[in-house]
């Protein structure tokens, strides 16, 4: 399991009922049952990791903690809650969003501290008072969101997402990402009394 393998053509079984099967047997201990596993899910659970992270070497590391994940956990599925796919496709969801929040956590501590370790200009002095005053604008016109509205202009314009990359991030459909982003911007736009 050191390298992603292809699926063999045809029908690669550990669909549906296999698969729950395969899983039960994995949790015992089951190393085959367990290969079939990961033939049969490989590439659809990589795709996923791919599409949110849109980097190969993380993705294909990630995707091997997903199945190592499940190696581990296997005797948690629970046929009763949904299809073995469904529990393994929510297990690489979250996983590559993990991966996401993490790496912008680990970009918003690398910016904060370059920030505060960088020589502060004599000159400058009027321009941080200004811009810490403008911060605190934002802040205060960002508290005046509702929650839903603030998580989705704060990925849109903070973090630099796109609609479509908000939308995925929050599993959410694009037109509500959309929408709460536009009635977001207008909330702040009036909090903070700027014409439009």
């Given at each position: 399991?050191?390298?992603?393998?292809?699926?063999p053509s045809g029908d690669?079984g550990g669909t549906g009922?296999?698969?729950?099967?395969?899983?039960?047997?994995?949790?015992?201990?089951?190393?085959?049952?367990?290969?079939?596993?990961?033939?049969?899910?490989?590439?659809?659970?990589?795709?996923?990791?791919?599409?949110?992270?849109?980097?190969?070497?993380?993705?294909?590391?990630?995707?091997?903690?997903?199945?190592?994940?499940?190696?581990?956990?296997?005797?948690?599925?629970?046929?009763?809650?949904?299809?073995?796919?469904?529990?393994?496709?929510?297990?690489?969801?979250?996983?590559?969003?993990?991966?996401v929040r993490a790496a912008?956590?680990?970009?918003?501590?690398?910016?904060?501290?370059?920030?505060?370790?960088?020589?502060?200009?004599?000159?400058?002095?009027?321009?941080?008072?200004?811009?810490?005053?403008?911060?605190?604008?934002?802040?205060?016109?960002?508290?005046?969101?509702?929650?839903?509205?603030?998580?989705?202009?704060?990925?849109?314009?903070?973090?630099?997402?796109?609609?479509?990359?908000?939308?995925?991030?929050?599993?959410?459909?694009?037109?509500?990402?959309?929408?709460?982003?536009?009635?977001?911007?207008?909330?702040?736009?009036?909090?903070?009394?700027?014409?439009?």
């Open positions: 399991m050191s390298h992603l393998s292809p699926v690669p009922d296999d698969l729950a099967g395969l899983l039960r047997l994995s949790a015992r201990g089951d190393e085959q049952a367990f290969a079939r596993v990961y033939d049969a899910t490989a590439p659809r659970v990589h795709g996923l990791v791919l599409r949110v992270l849109r980097d190969p070497a993380q993705s294909e590391e990630v995707t091997q903690e997903i199945f190592l994940e499940v190696w581990r956990t296997a005797a948690r599925y629970d046929v009763s809650r949904g299809s073995a796919l469904a529990w393994l496709m929510t297990i690489a969801h979250r996983r590559a969003v993990d991966r912008e956590a680990s970009t918003r501590r690398e910016a904060t501290y370059h920030e505060q370790n960088q020589e502060v200009a004599h000159d400058a002095t009027s321009d941080a008072a200004t811009a810490a005053l403008d911060a605190h604008r934002v802040r205060q016109a960002m508290e005046s969101l509702t929650e839903v509205q603030r998580e989705a202009v704060g990925l849109a314009f903070f973090g630099g997402y796109t609609h479509t990359e908000v939308a995925r991030l929050l599993d959410l459909p694009v037109g509500t990402a959309k929408t709460r982003i536009r009635d977001g911007l207008i909330r702040l736009r009036d909090q903070m009394g700027v014409a439009s």
